[in-house]
């Protein structure tokens, strides 16, 4: 069946293709999709196959039941774009302003939208069942998987498997890994409180830009100096604000940043450790502040059965030339929480474009993939998919 399944998901490249390129036209924000999952949703409605919609939010979840009885296997695909101007010089350029697919979700939909429709033409053959699950807002907190588990999207599944297509690596490669594969992501903000006044005067003031300046160096120590080297931890201030006039002292100032962990105790030790470590800080320079730390993603850890299942797929997908394990990212992903939810696996799918030698990184302006990498993806997806039920 492998072999059917394979010549429909070639026939039906074009038509993934132009999926792909009609989301990337028209990106919407985390919790924003309602476009795109009324597009998603039509699309299973067409098929004839069964579809819900309004699943934990803008989720959609589709099912095909096979002839025979079988164990249920879950897919999923995200499905939500970025709050960033698409600088590419391409005909499928985003026609929103200040919104794109800058993380290759695009192509994650319309690889699992083309691989249902093959397998919806195989049902006849096929043994158990298969759950597609399009997943609204993966790039913001609270996310969209949490609430989707919640309505019952994993109800009576047996495993689940994803991907993301990877544009750092070459198409053609699968990388994967046992355990933690993704970090957990939180995000912080401070509020410093200080006194302004003239700048001719520091004397008369508690400057909210110095403290926050002293914060910021403060805060690097906790992971060069408090985290044992062999975890891995990031604490990162990304955005430092306080807009005043050349002569004026400022008596705000604010820091937003993030936190990436893989050890739940080295996640509790920093949240705690930035806390302590704020209020010494500011009692040093008489300042205020309000801290607030956001709880994120948990980490990605796949299960080692089913990484070691997925491998053996891939060995199977004649496009698929380099299976190599990977060293854990940084970078969060709220796949997390079905795989804490029941055993499956999240892996990289090869996806650099041919023409560009750098390429692009996610969440880049001018981030693309090479399309070529979705019927890999769906290739290896559907392997996964079928063998699961032997």
């Known amino acids: ?49 069964e579809v819900e919609g309004n699943i934990g939010g803008n989720g959609v979840v589709a099912r095909i039941y096979g002839k025979r009885p079988g164990k249920t296997v879950a897919l999923r695909a995200d499905f939500d774009a970025l709050p960033i101007q698409d ?13 794109m697919h800058a993380c290759g979700h695009d192509g994650h939909t319309a690889t699992l939208l083309v691989l249902a429709k093959a397998l919806n033409e195989l049902k006849d053959e096929l043994v158990g069942n298969y ?4 997943q609204h807002a993966e790039e913001y907190a609270p996310g969209g998987a949490k609430s989707m588990i919640e309505a019952g999207c994993l109800r009576g599944v047996d ?6 297509l990877w544009a750092g690596e070459q198409t053609g490669k699968i990388q ?18 200080g006194k302004g006044g003239h700048g001719a005067q520091p004397h008369k003031t508690k400057d909210a830009i110095v403290t926050a300046s002293q914060l910021v160096l403060n805060l690097q120590q906790i992971v060069s100096r408090k985290v044992n080297p062999v975890e891995s931890a990031v604490v990162t201030v990304g955005s430092f604000t306080a807009q005043n006039a050349f002569n004026v002292i ?39 502040y309000e801290y607030h730390y956001f709880r994120g993603y948990p980490a990605v850890v796949n299960h080692a059965n089913e990484t070691e299942f997925l ?10 030339v380099t299976i190599e394990e990977t060293e854990p990212q940084m970078g969060g992903e ?20 041919v023409k560009d030698d750098a390429g692009y990184p996610h969440h880049h302006p001018k981030f693309d993939i090479d399309e070529k990498a979705m019927l890999i993806a769906a290739k290896t997806l559907g392997t996964a998919a079928l063998k699961f039920q032997k």
């Open 250 to 288: 400022a008596d705000k100032a604010k820091l937003i940043g993030t936190v990436r962990t893989f050890n739940e105790d080295v996640r509790q030790f920093i949240e705690d450790e930035m806390k302590r470590i704020i209020h010494g800080t500011c009692y040093l320079s008489d300042c205020g």
């Open 176 to 193: 994967y890994r046992t355990g933690p594969i993704m970090a957990a992501a939180d995000r912080f903000e401070i509020d410093i409180q």
């Open 87 to 99: 600088e590419k010089d391409v005909p499928y350029k985003s026609l929103v302003p200040g919104v």
């Open 311 to 320: 491998i053996s797929c891939a060995q199977d997908v004649p496009e698929v």
């Open 131 to 134: 759950v597609f699950i399009h």
């Open 159 to 164: 495993v689940i498997f994803g991907t993301h």
């Open 1 to 49: 069946m492998l072999n059917t399944l394979f010549a429909k998901l070639e026939n039906y490249y074009d038509e993934m293709v132009s999926i792909r390129r009609h989301m990337h036209q028209h990106p919407e924000l985390s919790f924003e999709e309602y476009e795109t999952a009324k597009f998603i949703k039509s699309f299973y409605e067409n098929l004839n196959i």
């Open 334 to 353: 709220d796949f997390a929480y079905y795989l804490q939810e029941i055993p499956g696996t999240f892996f990289y799918t090869g996806a650099k474009p």
